[in-house]
């Protein structure tokens, strides 16, 4: 069975400010590891992702995250926030289950970006 | 253009209502899903399709139907409606390959039941 723990339900931070998301993930398997960002209204969109090679994935926009195997997270980062950013970002974790891959995703962070 | 489509996007209904919820995906992908967004954000997978298959049926209640007439459709139908059915439902649709897979999601169907 797998788990992913969002430590932080909400995360207000101000405009240009650098932020953190954190995420911890349990799984007896490897694991293929995902940030989606949800804005207002709207469905999930992949942010980044982590499938296997360097542990430091981005994305387009300036986020990244960090695979750390010792410790089983998946944090995301930003060092300068806009206000376009402001939405709920969701850690994900895939693995097969019977061949087939299955995606256990976290309660969600909302990310409150303050001008 | 859109990939991943849901029908309607806003459901307001009575309880004890029967309701369907339709989806298509143009991405020529294998697998569809339904997932469930409740009151606090929180996303759980109710239903996985395979090319119109049944893989994934997570602790749904049977009045939770889903039905998949071609790979790129998978409709949700809903009996006796609850109040505690009162969520957005998600479709997405992935294709495997090279042991991952990315989901792509509609924009979701906002049901309400009074």
């Known amino acids: 069975a797998q788990s992913v723990t969002q430590l932080d339900s909400q995360v207000p931070v101000f405009e240009e400010a650098p932020v953190e998301l954190r995420c911890n993930y349990s799984s007896s398997v490897s694991v293929y590891l995902f940030w989606y960002v949800q804005y207002p209204n709207q469905g999930l969109q992949l942010l980044l992702k982590?499938?296997?090679?360097?542990?430091l994935v981005e994305s387009i926009n300036g986020f990244e995250a960090e695979f750390n195997k010792s410790q089983t997270s998946f944090h995301l980062r930003k060092p300068s926030v806009h206000i376009s950013d402001t939405a709920e970002y969701f850690c994900?974790?895939?693995?097969?289950?019977?061949?087939?891959?299955?995606?256990?995703f976290g309660i969600g962070t909302k990310l409150q970006v303050i001008p | 253009d859109t990939a991943v489509s849901q029908t309607p996007k806003y459901l307001v209904t009575q309880m004890g209502n029967d309701k369907s919820i339709k989806c298509e995906q143009n991405l020529g992908h294998d697998t569809m899903y339904w997932y469930k967004q409740d009151s606090k954000k929180f996303l759980k997978i109710m239903f996985s399709y395979n090319n119109k298959e049944l893989i994934i049926n997570e602790t749904v209640p049977n009045r939770f139907s889903p039905k998949s007439p071609d790979k790129a459709h998978l409709n949700l139908h809903i009996n006796s409606l609850e109040l505690g059915d009162s969520a957005v439902y998600f479709c997405?649709?992935?294709?495997?390959?090279?042991?991952?897979?990315?989901?792509?999601f509609g924009p979701g169907t906002r049901l309400l039941v009074l």
């Open positions: 982590y499938l296997s090679g360097s542990t």
């Open positions: 994900a974790v895939s693995d097969s289950t019977g061949g087939y891959q299955k995606v256990t």
């Open positions: 997405a649709s992935s294709q495997v390959s090279g042991g991952w897979e990315t989901q792509y």
